[in-house]
């Protein structure tokens, strides 16, 4: 069993959460580059090279250049196994980026020094601050012009309500800047201009009270101002709490160069240090340890058609405890029945391999007949264990799909439910209409170009998509009403998930208080926010 304990707690299963452009794929590329998992940069997203390492599985990524689905690398550094779970950059997102969070113990928040928070950050910190996971901040690009360093960290905590601790500093930024100082170590990390660009060049090392030789590598001016600058730092900030930062109460902050590599394997070594080995899990009232010799894991994703040959559908687990083996049995709890889990495989950087044996913290893809649903656990045999809390959020788009051939009904339907199951979009239906016209709803309103894609190559199916302006969805609470006598304002549309619930369609907060006011004793609540098992 020892070995199990320390294959488990070297695992260090992280996502890399930013806004588009911020330099998310270039420090993961640098990453896999410390690891030996890729020996070229640009291997990642080779914007130019064309080489695409992991995410091309679907043809709509490649006409688009972006990574529609997450994807999840594993690599060893430094004596750990790292797992980095990839959140797609778009505008625009579906529910899965926000899944994939819910298998991460810790998130690298990548921010451009230029910018400063941006409206993806921010929705994609609340869903760390809700599971209070470790947030690392990497303040990039500081090679070009940046925002004042106070300002950005100050930014950080008014918006994101945490304290944070800066462990480097720059000196400076753009055509001005000269490196980091290293709080730790009291040492600066001069910027080697010479050597940047793509090079395993950290840059030169010295101490910030050798005056002499700080003067020779950034100039007295910038030692002078660096001075003065950590004076107020040591003054000013919170101090360094472990603790804090492994509850996500803390976020340690470093700035640095992903282009440049530039203060990123700094910033590697310290993060694998401070961020948790696997977290613990719960299932009921029970607190299941990773270190638990009994195997678990949940469903976080499921994505269809990663290889176009095969028409295969892929179901991702996060092992939560103990051990998975190759080829042995395990439980389905949801279906409440023996599964093997058939071709586990784990994607090494650059392919996928079939894997014998995981741990805890670790991510397998397995193969899925159609049996799993987001959320479903999977355990030893007789163990009934739930982990819930996998959030469904509420659709903020919506559009009525309308099959065009009476004759492909039946794909139409299985095509728009399997779609659904998979938990890329959400339908629901007009009560008296039947499966050939149905509402979607979606988080991001890239989720329709995939259903559109999806329906066409995998089901063969083209339809007519009209948009509806409405935004907001509420369920309608009052089990003995009939939502047809209801008094709503025209725009508002009465629809049926596929439960069988009512929910009402909004364009806006005033028609929800229109239809509150009109109808007295009516109850809406919210979308299934953090509900069980979708
Ligand atoms: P993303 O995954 O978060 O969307 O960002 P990505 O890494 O693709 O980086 C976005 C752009 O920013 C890229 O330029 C990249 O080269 C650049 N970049 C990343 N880190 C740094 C940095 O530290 N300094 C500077 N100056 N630029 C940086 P691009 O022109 O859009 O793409 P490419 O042609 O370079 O691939």
Not at 119 to 133: D, E, G, W, Y
Not at 163 to 177: E, K
Not at 190 to 203: L, N, Q, S, T
């Given at each position: 069993m020892a070995d199990i304990k320390q294959e488990i707690q070297r695992r260090r299963t992280f996502a890399i959460i930013s806004h588009p452009d911020a330099g998310k794929t270039t420090l993961t590329e640098k990453f896999l580059l410390y690891g030996g998992a890729i020996q070229s940069a640009g291997a990642v997203k080779g914007k130019s090279s064309d080489r695409h390492a992991t995410s091309d599985w679907m043809e709509i990524e490649k006409k688009r250049g972006i990574s529609v689905t997450s994807s999840v690398l594993q690599f060893e550094y430094g004596g750990y196994c790292i797992n980095i779970l990839d959140t797609p950059g778009h505008q625009d997102f579906s529910e899965d980026t926000y899944r994939t969070?819910?298998?991460?113990?810790?998130?690298?928040?990548?921010?451009?020094?230029?910018?400063?928070?941006?409206?993806?950050?921010?929705?994609?910190?609340?869903?760390?601050?809700?599971?209070?996971?470790?947030?690392?901040?990497?303040?990039?690009k500081m090679d070009r012009e940046a925002r004042d360093p106070f300002d950005l960290v100050d930014e950080l905590e008014k918006e994101f309500g945490i304290?944070?601790?800066?462990?480097?500093?720059?000196?400076?930024?753009?055509?001005?800047?000269k490196g980091v100082y290293e709080r730790d170590r009291r040492s600066?990390?001069?910027?080697?201009?010479?050597?940047?660009?793509?090079?395993?060049?950290?840059?030169v090392e010295c101490d910030i009270s050798d005056t002499e030789r700080m003067d020779s590598l950034i100039g007295s001016y910038a030692r002078e101002e660096l001075v003065s600058q950590i004076e107020l730092l040591d003054g000013a900030s919170f101090d360094f709490d472990l603790q804090k930062v492994r509850t996500g109460r803390l976020s340690p902050v470093f700035f640095g160069s992903a282009l440049n590599n530039f203060g990123v394997e700094a910033f590697l070594q310290r993060f694998l240090k401070m961020t948790t080995p696997p977290l613990e899990h719960i299932s009921g009232d029970e607190i299941i340890s990773p270190f638990d010799e009994r195997f678990s894991a949940f469903v976080f994703k499921i994505q269809a058609n990663m290889n176009k040959a095969h028409r295969d559908r892929i179901a991702f687990l996060r092992i939560c405890s103990g051990q998975f083996e190759r080829g042995r049995e395990y439980w389905h709890v949801q279906a409440d029945r023996p599964v093997k889990l058939s071709q586990p495989q784990q994607m090494m950087a650059q392919e996928r391999e079939i894997v014998d044996t995981a741990y805890a913290g670790d991510i397998i893809g397995v193969f899925d007949p159609g049996i799993f649903s987001i959320g479903d656990t999977v355990c030893e045999k007789g163990e009934k264990l739930r982990y819930a809390g996998i959030p469904t959020f509420a659709p903020e788009h919506f559009a009525v799909v309308e099959q065009i051939d009476s004759m492909k009904r039946k794909q139409f339907a299985k095509g728009v439910t399997e779609i659904a199951q998979e938990g890329a979009i959400q339908i629901f239906f007009e009560p008296g209409t039947g499966m050939e016209r149905v509402v979607v709803g979606v988080v991001g309103v890239l989720q329709f170009d995939v259903l559109q894609f999806r329906m066409e190559s995998e089901y063969g199916v083209r339809y007519n998509k009209r948009d509806l302006p409405h935004q907001l969805i509420r369920y309608i609470d009052n089990a003995d009403l009939n939502p047809a006598e209801l008094k709503l304002m025209q725009t508002t549309r009465w629809v049926q998930d596929v439960r069988g619930r009512n929910l009402l369609i909004f364009v806006g907060q005033y028609e929800i208080d229109w239809a509150l006011d009109k109808n007295p004793g009516l109850m809406l609540s919210e979308f299934?926010?953090?509900t069980d098992a979708v």
């Open positions: 969070l819910m298998a991460a113990d810790s998130a690298v928040m990548v921010i451009d020094g230029a910018k400063g928070i941006e409206p993806q950050t921010r929705k994609l910190f609340k869903v760390c601050a809700m599971r209070h996971i470790p947030i690392f901040t990497f303040i990039n304290g944070t601790y800066a462990v480097n500093w720059p000196i400076g930024c753009g055509a001005g800047f600066i990390l001069a910027f080697d201009e010479f050597h940047a660009g793509r090079r395993r060049i950290e840059g299934n926010q953090n």
